[in-house]
Structure formats: C-alpha cells, structure tokens
C-alpha cells in the first residue's frame, strides 16, 4: 500500500500540529495512519458509511464544514465504541484525523471522495437526512 503525507488544511491555524500522514505513524508526532488516496476503495466506502453511529459521524462532520473533535459528535455508545467508529471511517478513508493538543480532530476527505466516487457522498448525506425525517416525523 502507498502512503502520501498531505500539508495542514488551510483552514488550519498556523501554529497547528503535525500534517496528516499517509502512512506509518509514529509516536513522537502522534500521527494517524491514513489510505492514500488513490488507496481509498468503494467498498471500504460503502462499509464505513453503512453503520448507522458512523453515518451520524459523517452527517455532523458535513454540517461542520471544517475540522471536529471527536467529543463534539454526540453517539449514544462508549467512548471505546465511538473510538472504533473513527477509525474504521479514517482507515476507509472518508475522514481525515489528525491530533491538535490533545484533542483529535476530524473532517470529511470530501474532496478525494468527490475525485473517485463523484456524487457518492452527497448522494449518502442526502439519503440520510431524507430517512431521518421520515423516522422522527
């Protein structure tokens, strides 16, 4: 598998941590290992997106429009289940995460997902708000 290491958004603030890495963390720059972006696969995707707590992950990452810490996403499971949540949509690649203090932060890879899958995140998102009305009303 190839890894790529991608700059701090720049939406960032200058004085963040460490860019995101595409490939073999280590522990002195407490990087998460991400897929390339040529390495992200549909059905890796699909699977991420198919579990309802990740699916709520996504919603409020896109109604963010930016960078989220995993605390400010509300789930009604452990933190240790919430934990496992991020990482299989990091490791799918749909989101990027990268530490700021001692907060991870988390946004969508909208713009890869756009490149390989066009259409296919926005197609989810509207699905899913479109179910979410038609449950709770």
């Known amino acids: 598998m190839t890894f790529m ?11 963040a941590g460490p860019d995101v890495t595409y490939g073999a963390a280590t522990a002195a720059t407490r990087a998460l290992e991400h897929p390339a ?11 991420a997106l198919s579990d309802p707590m990740r699916l709520i992950v996504v919603r409020n990452l896109a109604a963010a429009h ?3 810490a995993c605390s400010d996403v ?8 919430t934990t496992h949540h991020f990482r299989v949509l990091r490791e799918a690649g749909v989101i990027s995460q990268i530490y700021r203090g001692t907060s991870k932060m988390n946004a969508l890879r909208r713009d890869d997902l756009e490149a390989l899958f066009p259409g296919l995140l926005d197609r989810v998102l509207d699905a899913a708000a479109r179910q979410a009305a038609r449950l709770d009303g």
């Not at 290491?5 to 004085?15: E, G, N, Q, R």
């Not at 972006?37 to 699977?47: D, Q, S, Y």
């Open 5 to 15: 290491t991608l700059p701090i958004p720049s939406h960032a603030p200058p004085t």
């Open 37 to 47: 972006t040529a390495e992200i696969r549909l059905e890796e995707v699909l699977h």
């Open 66 to 68: 930016g960078e989220v």
């Open 74 to 81: 509300p789930l009604p499971v452990s933190k240790s289940t």
